[in-house]
């Protein structure tokens, strides 16, 4: 009989496995313990959802919508209908939803976080995956400028707390929607007036999304974008007054950026702040987090209006540039590792390991691979040391006689080897608790 062939992972969808995965539970503890600091709340919503919120939220004429969803047409119930439905492909929308559905905000604003994967349909590409996770933090219910000056140091606080240095913060803001109708007239009539150079993209979003033209990525359209009416001449004192209030937060805490008038964000729902952290090193894919406020997406889909801020990043893209940077994330290892020369010494063994790990203390358990038994007790010390723990807990006949165990040193400044009594863990364990 043949061997049926193997099957492997979906293109651009990625197994995170150790040791790898312990840098993605290392940024997850460090996201938590910030976002705890900033009073954010976490908020877990479904990965697939019915695609007329995307498309409703994001904008029909996005690349996200267009090009890039993964939707489909679920099984049709018992009268004949089916949803169509789509894997998130990013999650402010699904956080909107829930808020809006389960009514967040009768009592006031909520500030919330988020962490998990979400679909897109690309080339796959470094830092750019089908399946790829994000962190999104946001703030509903709150229309102040400190607000999108909160959202912002709240991304610096994160990139102290990784150790993240090589990044930039650029600006902008989209204004309100008279603003932005005012100036999409004056684009379309630019645009229109140099139509021979647009390219096919920008010719089909002349007239539906004017806006969109000036984040192209095609480098012989990059004059002619750059030469294009601003939205910053069109904006009123009030949006005005809303972005220098979000600057003069962000100079009184010393966070220096640039105003960057052609940044314009990928999605529809936006309004007056918008902004992104760069960096130079990871090639095309620089933006690492991006976002701004989106004061009208709630009553959008919806919701009674209320104002909203938010923002997200790329968890690839944040560890790619953790190890471009350097910041080697602390490596799990257990406390102690337990040799255990005679398989008879097993329930004796575990009944001391089983006692020390619900006193907080992190024990592997050296096992049999089978045929070959326990193992010798210089091949069981190899593991003990290749497993990073501080100590050896050896659980030998000679000690199990005597109604204890040997604790021995594996790395320099753990201390002298002694014998404890077998029967009272708890009254040792804590020694055995790494300080780190």
Same mark, same amino acid.
């Given at each position: 009989?043949?061997?049926?062939?193997?099957?492997?992972?979906?293109?651009?969808?990625?197994?995170?496995?150790?040791p790898e995965s312990a840098r993605w539970e290392w940024l997850e503890a460090v996201v938590r313990r910030v976002m705890a600091q900033h009073a954010y709340r976490n908020a877990r919503t479904?990965?697939?959802?019915?695609t007329q919120l995307f498309t409703r939220g994001l904008g029909e004429v996005t690349d996200i919508v267009e090009k890039e969803m993964y939707s489909f047409q679920d099984r049709q119930d018992k009268h004949g209908d089916a949803d169509h439905l789509s894997l998130r492909?990013?999650?402010?929308?699904?956080?909107?939803?829930?808020?809006?559905?389960?009514?967040l905000l009768y009592d006031g604003g909520k500030r919330l976080y988020y962490l998990g994967p979400m679909f897109r349909r690309e080339r796959p590409q470094r830092g750019r995956y089908r399946q790829f996770h994000q962190i999104g933090a946001e703030a509903l219910g709150f229309?102040?400028?400190?607000?999108?000056?909160e959202m912002i140091l709240l991304a610096v606080a994160l990139w102290r707390a990784l150790g993240i240095k090589n990044w930039r913060l650029e600006l902008n803001s989209l204004g309100q929607p008279d603003e932005r109708r005012a100036h999409r007239a004056a684009l379309i009539a630019y645009f229109q007036q140099h139509e021979s150079q647009l390219d096919e993209d920008a010719r089909r979003r002349l007239h539906s999304n004017p806006l969109r033209i000036l984040d192209t990525k095609n480098p012989a359209m990059q004059a002619l974008a750059e030469a294009a009416p601003q939205l910053i001449d069109h904006l009123g004192e009030a949006?005005?007054?809303?972005?220098a209030a979000v600057q003069g937060i962000l100079r009184a805490n010393g966070v220096e950026w640039r105003v960057n008038p052609r940044l314009v964000r990928g999605l529809d729902y936006y309004n007056l702040t918008v902004f992104e952290f760069i960096t130079d090193s990871l090639g095309a894919q620089g933006t690492i987090c991006g976002g701004g406020r989106y004061d009208y997406l709630i009553e959008q889909i919806g919701g009674k209006p209320a104002p909203a801020v938010g923002w997200a990043m790329g968890v690839e893209r944040v560890l790619e540039l953790l190890k471009e940077e350097g910041v080697a994330p602390p490596e799990p290892a257990p406390d102690a590792y337990a040799v255990i020369p005679d398989a008879a010494a097993l329930p004796q063994a575990m009944r001391c390991l089983q006692a020390?790990?619900?006193?907080?203390? @992190?024990?592997?358990?050296? *096992?049999?691979?089978? &045929?070959?038994?326990?193992g010798s007790m210089k091949s069981q010390f190899k593991r003990a040391d290749a497993s990073?723990?501080?100590? @050896?807990?050896?659980?030998? *006949?000679?000690?199990? &006689?005597a109604g204890e165990v040997t604790l021995k040193a594996l790395r320099d400044g753990a201390g002298a080897q002694q014998r404890l009594p077998l029967a009272e863990p708890a009254h040792w364990a804590a020694s055995l608790k790494s300080t780190d």
């Open positions: 009989m043949s061997k049926p062939p193997q099957i492997q992972a979906i293109k651009g969808m990625n197994d995170i496995l150790p479904p990965i697939m959802e019915l492909p990013e999650g402010t929308a699904g956080l909107v939803r829930a808020v809006t559905e389960h009514k229309g102040g400028p400190e607000v999108d000056a949006s005005l007054q809303h972005l020390l790990r619900a006193e907080g203390v @992190a024990v592997q358990m050296h *096992a049999s691979t089978g &045929a070959e038994g326990m990073g723990a501080r100590f @050896a807990l050896v659980f030998g *006949a000679d000690e199990l &006689a």
